[in-house]
C-alpha cells in the first residue's frame, strides 16, 4: 500500500489534536512538523515521533515529497498557507475558517477545483455517530418536512476579564469571535443535518467585557482558566462575547445562540430539528444519547450502538455500544475520509470541503451586515 506523506503546521491546542488523530489513519504518515519558532516544532515533533521539524512553514511547501498539509494556525496565516500549498500541488486540510473574507475563501474554493486536489475544512464536529443517525433518519423521512432547527453553541472559558486568547484579537481572528468560532460549527451541523440551506439571518451580537487583560506572554487555548500569574495589558475588546440569529431555511424557521461567557457551559453545541412526524435533540456534551420526540407516542433515548444505527450512520463508529467515542473520533472520521479521496480519486468527498468553508463564510458575512443594520440579510447561495 502506498503510504501519503503529510506535515502539520501549527503546534497549538489544535495542532497536537491533528497529530494525535493523524496517528490512528491508516496508510498516512506525519514527516514534518512546522511551527512559529524551531524550538517549538521541536519539541512537538518529540513528543510524536516526527523525524523534521522547522520554525518555517514555507520548508513544508518547498518539500515535492510531501503529498498533503494540514494547516493549523491562527485564522490570518489560513488564506496565505493554504494557497502556497495548493499552488505547489499539495491536497490540503485547513481548520475553520477557511479565510478571513469571503473573497479569499471563494480563491482558494476555486484554486483546489482547478488543481483537481482535495481540499477539506474542519468542521468536525457532523461527525459524532449520533449526528450521523440524526441526519440519517431525516434522509428517510422520520421526521417528515422539517419546520424547526434551534440550539446553541455555549461555553465559559472566556466569561472573566481575565480570560484570554489569541482570538479576541481581530487583526488575528477576524471581525468576528463567537460566531466564527463555533457559530460556525452550528450552521455548518444545521444544514449538514437538515439537508436545507439557510436563505436569510437576523443576527445581535454582544460584547460584555469591553476590557480584558492581555498576559504579556500571550495564552493557548482554554489555558485562562487555570489563571495567569505574569503581567497583564488592559486591551480594549472589539469581537462578540455571545450572539443570537433567527434565521430562515425555505420554509423551516431557525433559531441559535453562541456564547463563550455562559457559566457551566464547557462545550455545549445542541441541535435540535422538528418536522411534521417528529424530532430530534442532541448534545455535545453527551454525545452518545439520540433524543427522539414524538407527538403521539412516548419519547425516546437512542444510545451508540453500531449494530443498531441506520447502515449510513453505522460506518462512522468504530467501537461497539457501551464504548465512548468522543471529541478526538470525530477528527479520526474526518481525515480517514479525507485520505482515502486522496488514495482514490474516483471517490467521491465525504468530508467537509473548501465550498463548505466558503458556505460558513457567506453566512458570517450576513451575520455581521445584519447586526449592523439591525435588519434581515439574505445569505447568497
Known amino acids: 500500500m502506498n503510504r501519503i506523506r503529510t506535515a502539520v503546521i501549527g ?3 489544535m ?13 498516512v504518515d506525519v514527516v514534518e512538523i512546522a511551527a512559529t519558532s524551531r524550538d517549538k516544532a521541536i519539541a512537538a515533533a518529540a513528543g510524536f515521533n516526527v523525524l523534521n521539524a522547522t520554525g518555517d512553514w514555507r ?6 515529497s510531501i503529498d498533503a498539509v494540514h494547516v493549523a494556525t ?8 493554504t494557497k502556497a500549498a495548493l499552488t505547489a500541488g499539495k491536497h490540503v486540510l485547513c481548520e475553520k475558517p477557511l479565510a478571513m473574507s469571503v473573497a479569499e475563501a471563494q480563491e482558494l474554493t476555486d484554486l483546489v477545483a482547478s488543481k483537481n486536489l482535495r481540499g477539506g475544512l474542519n468542521h468536525n464536529l457532523r461527525y459524532y455517530p449520533m449526528v450521523q443517525q440524526m441526519r440519517s433518519m431525516r434522509e428517510a423521512g422520520a421526521f417528515g418536512e422539517i419546520l424547526v432547527v434551534q440550539g446553541t453553541y455555549s461555553q465559559d472559558w472566556m466569561l472573566y476579564e481575565s480570560d484570554w486568547n489569541w482570538r479576541v484579537d481581530p487583526k488575528v481572528s477576524g471581525p468576528s469571535r463567537v460566531m466564527a468560532d463555533i457559530g460556525s460549527h452550528f450552521f455548518d451541523m444545521a444544514e449538514h443535518v437538515s439537508g436545507l440551506k439557510v436563505t436569510e439571518v437576523c443576527s445581535d451580537l454582544q460584547i460584555f467585557c469591553p476590557t480584558r487583560k492581555q498576559p504579556k506572554g500571550g495564552g493557548e487555548s482554554f489555558s485562562g482558566k487555570l489563571g495567569s500569574a505574569g503581567e497583564t495589558v488592559d486591551t480594549k475588546v472589539v469581537t462578540e462575547d455571545f450572539g443570537a440569529t433567527l434565521f430562515r431555511m425555505g420554509k423551516a424557521r431557525g433559531t441559535m445562540t453562541a456564547s463563550q461567557v455562559s457559566a457551566g457551559r464547557k462545550n455545549g453545541l445542541v441541535m435540535e430539528i422538528y418536522g411534521t412526524k417528529g424530532g430530534a435533540c442532541w448534545r455535545q456534551e453527551r454525545p452518545e444519547e439520540l433524543w427522539l420526540g414524538h407527538r403521539d407516542a412516548p419519547n425516546q433515548i437512542l444510545l451508540k450502538d453500531p449494530s443498531l444505527l441506520d447502515e449510513k450512520a453505522r460506518g462512522f463508529a468504530d467501537y461497539p455500544g457501551g464504548h465512548a467515542e468522543g471529541y478526538p473520533d470525530t477528527f479520526k472520521q474526518l481525515f480517514r475520509r479525507f485520505y482515502a479521496s486522496i488514495a482514490d480519486p474516483s471517490l467521491t468527498a465525504d468530508y467537509p470541503q473548501m465550498a463548505d468553508g466558503l458556505r460558513q463564510m457567506k453566512i458570517l458575512d450576513a ?15
Open 59 to 64: 520548508e513544508v511547501i518547498n518539500d515535492p
Open 74 to 81: 491562527p485564522n490570518a496565516s489560513h488564506y496565505e498557507i
Open 15 to 27: 495542532g497536537r489534536v491533528h497529530l494525535e488523530a493523524l496517528r490512528r489513519v491508516e496508510s
Open 367 to 381: 451575520e455581521l451586515a445584519s447586526h449592523k443594520s439591525r435588519a434581515w440579510v439574505s445569505v447568497p447561495a
Open 11 to 13: 503546534t497549538g491546542f
